[in-house]
């Protein structure tokens, strides 16, 4: 007989994600995915100007803090067709690519990692035998004995204790943890030093844009960040070089920390490329815009079908009408009024709070499709997009990785084995290897259009009378995300936001269909129903940010949802 368990809320994530699974015999047979908040920014911004928008859409999320700012100011310049200058361009660029080098890396060692790490075993560890397993592994200088025992230390202090902190809720001890004790006291010693990295490059996004989270520096038309070399008030050439070198610094931890740390989890956990694939339509945008009018990008998206790379779609432009016209929002099974499958700049934000129900409606976040079929969207879908286009670092970046867990795990893995619960995480560390590429690109464009004497951060927008529409998009650290506005004599007539975790923690759709985490789920092997970590690590795998999916606004101050933990 199948076994309803409920794990809410769902942690180590941002916002409020409730997932129902039935589990008959020992795998998941049916899920359900609710988020039990609801965002109302969409209401908020009605009748604003829109070159503000971007500061409130801004606040949906304290953890993606700077990709609606981005997504939104995109929108508007769509619509009014305005250019954007270079250098504010190869800014933009900059802080976008090192945002989602910091979220990547916090996001597999500080939110993910510990489904798979087991913190109490690797108090059991030799600390000279685990050195010397990391010597195989990378060239990484801080894998001495000396240090992996200096953090052993540390986590027995926690344990006698019997206080162990942000450890403190993890399933030390299950069935599902694999690793040797070696293995484990060498990923928690990285996870500690991950704590530092990714702090060193949220500092490129701090200076560029004059603070993080939530970054000041955008205007619609471009940037706030004057250039003036000869002024210690603005972006001078000193800051760039200091930039540079935080650049550099992330840059082994990378190659030779990251991508290794994930190539041997997905090698001692193999049979997790068996797991997760889910829902196989992927969509990802272009991103990195390399000229003024966002027609050509440093990096490419677009549709995969049915995990078809050689049915690849590309998206070439902001004003791409494959994009544009084959984005809808289902409402059948969310908390909405009526059933209808929108197209964003038709699209409503109408609560109807009914209560869970399996067959009917049962969440906040509503039900994106494109071409009418639900799609995955992520690290994955940008990384396959990104191969199937025949592009150099991410197929170098991919090959390597894949080849260092083959090796590891005493077998050939290719590009099919990254359709599955940890084939997105080595997804998304290609993509970071990736992305430091990229972030060296931008910084040199900049200093060489910087040298060429061109000064220009801004064009000014002018609105016209009558309504515009536009949309603005942009490849997240968890997909890809779009805003969509209707502007009418300057003013905002209409506001959707189609965010990643909407695509992916979606539920079923006016077919009937499973989103992406209630897909991937189906076939999940469940040891232990009263403690189910392998639900986790599946959904974890997305990175789920249901604060941007969903937010709570409620003027009267009801109670909407009552919320019941589950361990």
């Given at each position: ?234 972006l001078t050439v000193e800051r760039l070089y200091f930039i540079k070198t935080l650049i550099d610094e992330i840059g082994d931890f990378i190659n030779h920390v990251y991508q290794v740390d994930v190539a041997a989890v997905g090698a001692f956990y193999a049979e997790w490329t068996g797991y997760g694939a889910g829902v196989t339509n992927y969509l990802s945008a272009p991103e990195f815009p390399q000229d003024t009018k966002g027609d050509s990008f440093a990096l490419p998206g677009g549709y995969i079908p049915n995990k078809d790379i050689a049915a690849f779609k590309p998206i070439t432009s902001f004003n791409d009408p494959f994009f544009i016209k084959n984005v809808k929002e289902s409402v059948k099974h969310s908390y909405y009024k009526g059933d209808d499958n929108l197209h964003p700049w038709q699209g409503e934000t109408d609560p109807n709070f009914t209560g869970f129900e399996d067959d009917g409606k049962y969440s906040w976040v509503k039900a994106p499709t494109f071409l009418d079929k639900p799609a995955q969207v992520g690290p994955l879908a940008n990384v396959l997009a990104m191969y199937a286009a025949g592009h150099e670092p991410t197929i170098r970046h991919a090959n390597n990785l ?166």
């Amino acid at each position: 007989m199948a076994k309803r368990i409920v794990v809410d809320p769902i942690t180590r994530i941002e916002g409020h994600l409730r997932i129902e699974c039935e589990i008959d015999k020992g795998h998941v047979s049916k899920a359900w995915s609710s988020g039990t908040m609801w965002r109302g920014i969409e209401l908020i911004l009605k009748d604003k100007d829109p070159r503000e928008a971007w500061i409130f859409t801004q606040r949906i999320c304290g953890v993606c803090t700077t990709v609606h700012a981005i997504a939104s100011v995109r929108a508007v310049e769509n619509a009014l067709k305005l250019e954007i200058p270079m250098n504010a361009q190869h800014i933009r660029n900059i802080i976008i690519a090192a945002h989602s080098i910091f979220d990547h890396i916090v996001h597999f060692y500080h939110l993910s990692a510990l489904d798979w790490v087991d913190i109490v075993s690797a108090t059991k560890a030799n600390p000279k035998a685990a050195a010397d397993l990391a010597a195989k592994l990378s060239p990484w200088p801080n894998n001495s004995a000396q240090e992996l025992k200096a953090v052993q230390d540390r986590l027995k202090k926690f344990v006698a204790s019997g206080q162990l902190g942000v450890f403190a809720s993890g399933y030390w001890g299950h069935p599902a943890m694999k690793l040797s004790p070696e293995v484990n006291l060498l990923a928690t010693s990285h996870y500690f030093q991950a704590l530092d990295y990714q702090r060193k490059i949220n500092k490129v996004v701090a200076i560029l844009g004059s603070k993080t989270p939530h970054i000041q520096n955008l205007a619609v038309g471009g940037v706030a960040n004057p250039i003036n070399p000869d002024s210690q008030s603005t972006l001078t050439v000193e800051r760039l070089y200091f930039i540079k070198t935080l650049i550099d610094e992330i840059g082994d931890f990378i190659n030779h920390v990251y991508q290794v740390d994930v190539a041997a989890v997905g090698a001692f956990y193999a049979e997790w490329t068996g797991y997760g694939a889910g829902v196989t339509n992927y969509l990802s945008a272009p991103e990195f815009p390399q000229d003024t009018k966002g027609d050509s990008f440093a990096l490419p998206g677009g549709y995969i079908p049915n995990k078809d790379i050689a049915a690849f779609k590309p998206i070439t432009s902001f004003n791409d009408p494959f994009f544009i016209k084959n984005v809808k929002e289902s409402v059948k099974h969310s908390y909405y009024k009526g059933d209808d499958n929108l197209h964003p700049w038709q699209g409503e934000t109408d609560p109807n709070f009914t209560g869970f129900e399996d067959d009917g409606k049962y969440s906040w976040v509503k039900a994106p499709t494109f071409l009418d079929k639900p799609a995955q969207v992520g690290p994955l879908a940008n990384v396959l997009a990104m191969y199937a286009a025949g592009h150099e670092p991410t197929i170098r970046h991919a090959n390597n990785l894949l080849a260092q867990a083959g090796s590891l795990a005493g077998t050939k893995l290719g590009l099919g084995t990254l359709h599955s619960t940890i084939g997105r995480h080595a997804a998304r560390a290609v993509r970071t290897g990736v992305l430091h590429e990229v972030i060296n690109t931008e910084w040199a464009a900049l200093m060489a259009n910087i040298g060429k004497g061109d000064y220009t951060t801004f064009n000014e927008p002018v609105f016209p009378k009558g309504e515009i529409q536009g949309v603005g998009f942009h490849e997240a650290p968890r997909g890809i995300l779009s805003h969509w506005v209707v502007i009418e004599n300057a003013k905002i007539k209409n506001y959707q936001c189609v965010v990643p975790s909407t695509w992916n923690a979606g539920p079923r759709n006016d077919k009937d269909e499973m989103g992406p985490y209630e897909a991937s789920l189906m076939g999940n092997p469940v040891a232990d129903p009263e403690n189910p970590l392998e639900v986790l690590r599946t959904i974890h795998s997305f990175d789920p940010c249901l604060a941007c999916a969903i937010h709570l606004f409620d003027p009267e101050r009801r109670e909407l949802i009552k919320v019941h933990t589950h361990v």
